[in-house]
């Protein structure tokens, strides 16, 4: 397969690698972007980040939360252009999409599109869609919807960069005071900051656990000081890099961006602010947003593009 710049390009925004080492890479397992991640990374020439998404699409997330803060939905909505996504008129109809979302027993987005529109029942939430897009004249697309639902606490919103970023944390709790509201919300500002993958460390499988060693035990057998060091010593490097990745992405491991000392734990903050109001407090998981994550936008070539019209 021949390897394009486009995608030598690709693939050092995703794994920070020089360019010779991601054409090698690219090279070496014939074009496969994934695979190409994995050479790089056995090779310690990559961090452990995963393949987030490119965010591309244009469009906004929003939040909408019950009067009792007990039940929360975040939506996506995607639009062509950052204009459109900044609309008025795209903003309310975006506004009415998570109304309808809070409220849907849907457990899907196709069900979810399929169901009657709230604000006119003789079409459904598709045929809305339609003629929202024929009215506004760009192609939008709903793309997902989550509720979290906590029955024994609240659901703390935060909404980032007007839209672009949305996250929800479900917080078990048996005082909700001002307090607690505060906590919640700076929690939720962690996740938008430092985008954790997982709550807590039970939510991580042993595969992925295993995957990981892996990895890691390629770059040691390809480094030629740590392979030559005792089994035991290879074990224990492994099992704190391993722990340091946790940390990275286990939200209640992580480092509490407005921890003054730089090293209270989410978790050490929250059983702070527990202790502090006599509350029992737990984390039970959240839901992150970002517009266009996962999404590849078409490149145009401007100068192409104006040739073409003219018939150059």
């Known amino acids: 397969m021949a390897i394009t710049a486009a995608m030598v390009k690709e693939l050092r925004e995703i794994s920070g690698a ?3 080492d991601c054409k090698k890479a690219l090279t070496a397992t014939d074009g496969d972007m994934d695979k190409a991640m994995e050479f790089l990374r056995e090779k310690g020439l ?14 906004i997330v ?29 903003q309310n109809y ?5 109304e309808q979302a809070l409220e849907t027993s849907a457990a899907d987005i196709e069900a979810f599109l399929a169901e009657p529109w709230k604000f006119d029942t003789s079409e459904t939430v598709s ?5 929202q897009i024929a009215t506004i004249g760009e192609n939008m697309n709903i793309r997902r919807f989550a509720q979290v639902s906590e029955e024994n606490g609240m659901i703390a919103a935060y909404t980032h960069m007007g839209g672009k970023i949305g996250v929800l ?37 042993e595969e992925y656990i295993a995957h990981e060693k892996e990895i890691l035990m390629a770059q040691i057998k390809n480094d030629p000081k740590e392979s030559q060091k005792p089994e ?24 509490y961006v407005k921890a003054e000392d730089g090293k209270q734990s989410v978790s050490k903050y929250v059983d702070e602010v527990a202790k502090a109001n006599g509350a029992k407090i737990a984390i039970k ?11 590849e936008k078409k490149e145009e070539n401007f100068a192409e593009e104006v040739a073409k019209q003219m018939g150059m």
Not at 94 to 98: G, I, L, S, T
Not at 183 to 202: D, E, F, G
Not at 285 to 295: D, K, P, Q
């Open 46 to 59: 990559a961090t452990a980040q995963k393949k987030a998404g490119r965010i591309a699409a244009e469009g």
């Open 94 to 98: 975006v506004a009415q999409v998570a």
């Open 232 to 255: 035991k010593v290879i074990e224990g490097i492994i099992n704190g890099r391993i722990n340091k990745e946790l940390k990275e992405i286990c939200l209640l491991d992580q480092v």
């Open 169 to 205: 944390v479900d917080v078990e709790t048996d005082v909700v005071n001002d307090a607690v509201k505060e906590m919640a919300k700076n929690v939720a500002m962690q996740v938008a900051a430092l985008r954790p993958q997982y709550t807590n460390r039970s939510e991580i499988s």
């Open 127 to 131: 045929e809305a869609l339609a003629h």
């Open 285 to 295: 998981g959240f839901v992150r947003y970002e517009t266009g994550e996962g999404i």
């Open 62 to 90: 929003m939040l909408k939360v019950s009067d009792d803060a007990k039940k929360a939905v975040a939506v996506e909505v995607n639009a062509e252009t950052d204009f459109v996504a900044k609309n008025e008129k795209f």
């Open 18 to 20: 020089g360019m010779m």
